[in-house]
C-alpha cells in the first residue's frame, strides 16, 4: 500500500506541474521555449513515466517520454545558446 500512495502521489506531481506549466504559458507568464517552463515539464513528465510504467499504462508511458524528450531537447539547445 505504500507503495501505492507514493506512486499515486507522483502521479499528481506530474499532472499539476503539467497543468500549472500549461497555465503559464497560456497567461504569456512564461515563453514556451523558456528554461522554468520545460523544467516544470520535464519534472511533471519524469513524475508521470513513473506512474504510468507502474501502472501498465504504456501509451502514456511513452507520451510522457516523449515530452520529457522535448524538454531535455530545448533545454540543452538553450544551455549552448548562451
Known sequence: MENNLLIDILGWIGAISFLVAYALVSAKKWEGDSLPYQFVN????????VNTIYYKAYPSSFLNLVWSCVAVYTILKHRRAV
Open 42 to 49: 520535464l519534472v511533471g513528465g519524469a513524475c508521470l513515466i
